[in-house]
């Protein structure tokens, strides 16, 4: 089955606001977790990434938040821009093993 | 330089005709993975070699091979292509998460397999 699921398939945000995009998980053993930026034509990029030690981490306009024991984590992206306008592939997996899985993406736009 | 490079960019194959696909890093990565990407569906994981020690996906074990002559090169190979493996194929890399880094995946452009 698939190891890593997001739900939406797109997600429509005005300019400044704030994009939520969403992940689940199947497998207790995953331990790191990240978010990656893909435009079209491009290969995926990372954008952030957190271990399962924490529950939130921020970086600048992003904080990816954790919940375990809901095997659930999201990306905020607060004060969207236009140039956020990308797909997002959430990914998980577990460091000892180095296996690596990602979601189907969620399709951002932000309007001007 | 971050660069993952596959060979082919394009392969077009016959049904049931062998498949193989390279792919190369200059990062001393010691990982380097393989998924097969279809239209709107995730990428899936087929197998990935950490160091030299090759692990196979419990539902492609039989479908794909690999192989990993040095730390620079990765393949993978079909034995007996069938329609259903036609398919983007995305190489990446990365360090050990062990390290003190981001556990970033480096991906290639991709290989476009095409099976008729």
């Known amino acids: 089955g698939q190891q890593v699921k997001q739900s939406s398939p797109s997600l429509t945000v005005q300019e400044g606001g704030i994009s939520i995009l969403n992940c689940d998980y199947e497998n207790d053993m995953f331990d790191y977790f990240a978010w990656y930026k893909k435009y079209p034509d491009n290969s995926p990029t990372l954008l952030i990434s957190?271990?399962?030690?924490?529950d939130k981490r921020e970086d600048g306009r992003l904080t990816v938040f954790l919940n375990k024991s809901g095997k659930h984590f999201s990306l905020h992206i607060t004060a969207s821009q236009p140039e956020d306008t990308a797909v997002y592939l959430c990914a998980a997996g577990n460091t000892g093993y180095q296996n690596f899985y990602f979601g189907k993406g969620t399709s951002l736009t932000v309007i001007p | 330089d971050t660069t993952v490079k596959q060979n082919p960019r394009y392969k077009l194959a016959r049904v049931g005709k062998p498949v193989n696909l390279i792919c190369s890093q200059t990062m001393n990565h010691d990982t380097m993975y393989w998924y097969q990407k279809k239209p709107n569906q995730a990428p899936k994981l087929l197998l990935f070699y950490y160091d030299k020690i090759l692990n196979r996906e419990a539902d492609t074990f039989e479908k794909f091979q690999s192989s990993r002559p040095n730390n620079s090169f990765c393949s993978l190979y079909i034995g007996s292509a069938g329609l259903e493996y036609s398919a983007m194929y995305l190489c990446?890399?990365?360090?050990?998460?062990?390290?003190?880094?981001?556990?970033?995946?480096?991906f290639g452009e991709g290989s476009k397999l095409t099976v008729l």
């Open positions: 990446a890399s990365s360090r050990p998460w062990t390290h003190a880094n981001t556990g970033q995946l480096y």
């Open positions: 957190v271990r399962s030690n924490v």
